[in-house]
């Protein structure tokens, strides 16, 4: 059973970052892509940025593009969503998720293994 631990989260100003941090517990698969998604309240949960198994391939949302990056560390079994220049419209809970699989895909019904989420405030 894969685990997924978020952590990161916070309270930031409009144009702030953060780095959000994901650490999987079973990273000896190398066949696992990760996907960062994000549930507003009232919203749908939708796919931010997903990364392949080899880190090679990575999706960004058109909402993120420029500004989000993904990246993975298969040695500290840890992938990052670094969020810079943070709008309002960034809050909400985010989640990292894990499916077998070596093609990259960033819908969230195509992914078995969820973390608990970790809060994204933006405010002024």
């Known amino acids: 059973q894969v685990q997924l631990v978020e952590s990161g989260g916070g309270l930031v100003q409009p144009g702030g970052s953060l780095r959000l941090s994901c650490a999987v517990s079973d990273f000896t698969r190398d066949d696992f892509a990760i996907g960062w998604f994000r549930q507003a309240p009232g919203k749908e949960r939708e796919g931010v940025s997903c990364?392949?198994?080899?880190?090679?391939?990575?999706h960004y949302a058109d909402s993120v593009k420029g500004r989000f990056t993904i990246s993975r560390d298969n040695a500290k079994n840890t992938v990052y969503l670094q969020i810079n220049s943070l709008k309002l419209e960034d809050t909400a809970v985010y989640y990292c998720a894990a499916r077998a699989g070596i093609e990259l895909e960033c819908r969230p019904w195509r992914y078995a293994y969820w973390g608990q989420g970790t809060q994204v405030t933006v405010s002024s």
């Open positions: 990364i392949s198994s080899s880190g090679d391939n990575t």
